[in-house]
């Protein structure tokens, strides 16, 4: 079954660009997608088609996919974007599959 | 605006059944996909199943399948999980997930979730 894998914690001071990374094998032939969740929330969507942003979402948040990583970089770090991210794409082998979920913490 | 709205969580023992439900309003039910995403307390997101926008074609994540089955009535603008066979390892908020238009698989409306705790 298809896996993607993310760091388990980043840290960021605020102000400074966070970088979040998802791999999985040929990831870049994929469609990646990012969702941002805070405590006792629901998740977000963040980013999709590798880099699009949905409305809404503030333009320091961006994304890329190659080779077999795909990655969201939060420029310009803020205190609210300390949250829990996924990544998540879709496979034929396993249908949709999430990453483990990386936890940012800006300080 | 676009809302889901999940029911039907609780308390059950396992080996026992129970079905969630998820209420949509704001957008035209019938032309999109939903999904069911699952997270177990203090653990990640888990897919569980897909139904098609016509409801003819339904997909399983192997910890579900033979023992979860995703419905929809397009009239009701709902979406069912009918679940069996309730193991403890399905503790889970369940959320259900409007899949977007655009290319890919990808969430972009998801409901605010319904605990469900498998326990004697």
């Known amino acids: 079954s298809y896996e993607l894998t993310q760091p388990p914690s980043v840290s960021v001071s605020p102000g400074q660009t966070a970088s979040i990374t998802c791999s999985g094998d040929?990831?870049?032939?994929?469609?990646v997608c990012w969702y941002q969740q805070n405590p006792g929330q629901s998740p977000v969507l963040v980013i999709y088609q590798d880099s699009k942003r949905p409305s809404g979402i503030p333009e320091r948040f961006s994304g890329s996919n190659s080779g077999n990583t795909a990655t969201l970089t939060i420029s310009g770090t803020q205190a609210m974007d300390e949250a829990d991210y996924y990544c998540?794409?879709?496979?034929?082998?396993?249908?949709?599959?999430f990453g483990g979920g990386t936890k940012l913490t800006v300080l | 605006q676009v809302q889901l709205v999940e029911s039907g969580g609780g308390v059950v023992q396992p080996g026992r059944s129970l079905r969630l439900s998820c209420a949509a309003s704001g957008f035209i039910f019938r032309t999109y996909v939903i999904h069911w995403v699952r997270q177990a307390p203090g653990k990640g997101l888990e897919w569980v199943a897909v139904i098609s926008d016509d409801g003819s074609n339904e997909y399983y994540a192997d910890s579900v399948k033979g023992r979860f089955t995703i419905s929809r009535d397009k009239p009701k603008n709902t979406l069912y999980l009918q679940m069996n066979s309730l193991r403890a390892e399905d503790t889970a908020v369940y959320y259900c997930?409007?899949?977007?238009?655009?290319?890919?698989?990808?969430?972009?409306?998801w409901g605010q979730g319904t605990l469900v705790t498998v326990s004697s």
């Open positions: 997930a409007r899949e977007g238009l655009d290319s890919g698989t990808y969430f972009d409306y």
């Open positions: 998540q794409a879709w496979d034929s082998s396993t249908e949709v599959v």
């Open positions: 040929n990831l870049g032939d994929k469609y």
